[in-house]
């Protein structure tokens, strides 16, 4: 028998169901786990173990009460689950990885936390992330750099990187992340996990904490597509307190019963297969697009010609957005105060204690890019520039369904690798950043593995909504290959 | 471009952040190699491109005009660094 902590989420459920475990079983195996092997990963800010002991133990009662009296089980009655520290968790500490936020516990719940809730999942702990979701390595965070299960002297990726490490490492079957420029697709790939980055305004932002909100987007990471499609449809829908949320159904679920890729146009952008990218990832990802054109899948080569101006256009959007978004941190309604000489004087020295040096950098940066003579130079032509690269998948999607890319140039790199650069460290997202800009989804599976044994992921782009026709591929793909069902040795 | 100390310690101030000097210094080289790296955005002719504000078409919506349940005094007090009397507390904002 599997160790049930290494279940999908689909066993977890069908073991739930029959009754081989109980949420309490399942939820103290993986208490356990995380216990043993969290002090050499470190993919957790805060954990929760009583409230996730009695939540398991009231799912477990309820399951008894519901089936005897022949009604309808919630569709995740008991599965454990981590969450982002950057989405909130009512009464539960969220630090977004930020010394500012250091006490800070929400008196609500995000939507997207709510709908799990509704579903029945019990929540395990707030995972690690690069401060404010700002950064590819977790090394940003307040708490101390998460570690990937791969390779412990590497970084998991960026900024979701507790919530993938939580994944490879069996500490939970799937957990939340976020995506704001490759935040859960880019570390997926470094974990060698499964994660969906879905269509802007497809699930709620609601109490998710803004980082840039023209790009934030709440995502799922999981063992499958399968398993991350299950979760992604339970939190997807439209919200009327998030104002950018939108009023689309959700689709059936893509991967049940897909069998082959009849008909799918899969195209393949030149501009994402650049100078500078590990020859093994190169390899890997077109090793995977094969897969894909073997199960049916027509290949067709493509170009999105203004993709190397989403890191300049991204790095000029999101420190505007953020360095507006962060000014609410002032010291007054929550978040840290610092003994001070009056109001403004508050508001300088909380704000320069609680950030840390990345959030002040992008913070600076928003600032400049948003001021007097120099709004248009910058934040105006990023925004026009934007529309080209949106404008670029509009035109790839009149002949294509999908649009495969590698995610990272390179595997997951080693912990202080890229020093005190900040533009090296930019680089990283180059492949992630064009979906956010564009607000498509964007799904990322792991496609193999480099001489390091280091995981290889892959992405899939596809129209707005079409997150299915993602799950599908992907599904087909992960039917024909077993590289989702590899586990680190740890 | 080179951002100079001067334009650094504005950006601060605006920015509402006390930095330390050393910082400044970090602030002024980082920004200026970021600034130069984003400056390739001038070479493209937008002259005839709209700015996106939003990448779907925004749906302006109205909802029903009903009370609903919000934060209680002491849920939105929780997180505060001071309050008093059902208030948040700060320094004097005149002398």
């Not at chain 1, 505007?320 to 609410?328: I, Q, T």
């Not at chain 1, 564009?438 to 892959?458: H, N, R, S, T």
Request: hydrophobic fraction near 40%; include cysteine; glycine fraction near 8%.
């Amino acid at each position: 028998m599997t160790e049930i902590t290494a279940f999908t989420v689909k066993e977890a459920l069908q073991a739930l169901e029959t009754g081989q475990v109980s949420s309490l079983e399942l939820t103290k195996a993986y208490l356990e786990r995380i216990q043993r092997l969290e002090p050499a990963l470190h993919a957790f800010i805060t954990l929760t173990p009583d409230a996730a002991l009695a939540g398991a133990k009231a799912a477990d009662e309820r399951r008894a009460q519901l089936k005897k009296a022949g009604a309808a089980l919630p569709p995740l009655l008991g599965l454990p689950l981590a969450v982002k520290d950057v989405l909130c968790v009512k009464d539960v500490r969220t630090t977004c990885g930020s010394k500012i936020l250091e006490n800070f516990k929400p008196p609500f719940n995000a939507t997207s936390v709510q709908k799990l809730l509704n579903a029945g999942v019990v929540v395990l702990g707030k995972t690690n992330t690069d401060e404010f979701a700002m950064g590819s390595s977790t090394e940003n965070s307040a708490y101390g750099v998460t570690h990937n299960p791969w390779d412990t002297e590497r970084v998991p990726g960026g900024s979701s990187g507790g919530s993938a490490a939580a994944v490879a490492a069996c500490f939970a079957p799937a957990a939340l992340g976020t995506d704001t420029g490759g935040s859960v697709r880019q570390p997926a790939s470094f974990c060698g996990v499964t994660g969906i980055k879905p269509t802007y305004g497809r699930v709620s932002r609601y109490g998710l904490i803004a980082y840039g909100s023209s790009l934030d987007s709440v995502g799922v990471l999981g063992r499958s597509a399968e398993d991350v499609e299950t979760i992604f449809r339970l939190m997807a829908g439209f919200d009327p307190r998030d104002a950018t949320s939108l009023d689309r159904p959700v689709d059936e679920p893509g991967c049940a019963g897909a069998a082959d890729l009849k008909g799918l146009r899969v195209g393949v952008p030149k501009e994402y297969f650049i100078e500078g990218i590990q020859p093994e990832v190169e390899a890997r990802v077109r090793e995977a697009i094969q897969v894909l054109a073997a199960q049916g899948a027509q290949i067709v080569e493509i170009s999105l010609p203004h993709t190397s101006y989403a890191l300049p256009v991204y790095y000029l959007i999101a420190p505007a957005e953020a360095s507006a978004n962060l000014a609410r941190y002032d010291g007054v309604r929550f978040g840290l105060r610092e003994e001070n000489n009056g109001v403004i004087d508050m508001f300088m020295k909380s704000r320069g204690k609680g950030f840390g040096p990345e959030v002040k950098r992008r913070i600076m940066l928003g600032t400049y890019a948003l001021s007097a003579g120099y709004y248009d130079a910058y934040y105006g032509q990023a925004q026009k520039v934007r529309t080209l690269i949106k404008a670029d998948f509009e035109e790839a999607f009149k002949s294509v369904d999908v649009v495969a890319a590698p995610i990272a140039p390179t595997t997951a790199f080693k912990i202080g690798g890229h020093g005190d650069d900040p533009l090296a460290m930019y680089l990283e997202d180059v492949f992630t950043l064009p979906a956010n800009l564009a607000g498509v989804p964007g799904l990322a599976f792991p496609v193999g593995f480099d001489a390091q044994k280091l995981p290889v992921g892959m992405q899939l782009m596809g129209r707005p909504f079409e997150e299915r026709t993602l799950f599908r591929a992907a599904h087909v793909y992960q039917q024909a290959t077993d590289f989702h069902k590899q586990t680190p040795a740890i | 471009m080179t951002l100079t100390l001067k334009e650094v310690e504005h950006i601060a101030l605006l920015a509402r952040l006390e930095l330390t000097p050393e910082e400044k210094e970090r602030y002024q080289q980082q920004l200026s190699a970021i600034l130069d790296h984003v400056a390739q955005l001038q070479a493209l002719d937008t002259s005839s491109i709209q700015t996106t504000s939003s990448v779907l078409p925004p749906q302006a919506r109205l909802r029903e005009d009903e009370v609903r349940e919000g934060l209680t005094t002491s849920q939105a007090l929780q997180n505060a660094p001071a309050a008093e009397k059902d208030q948040f507390r700060v320094p004097p904002v005149f002398d």
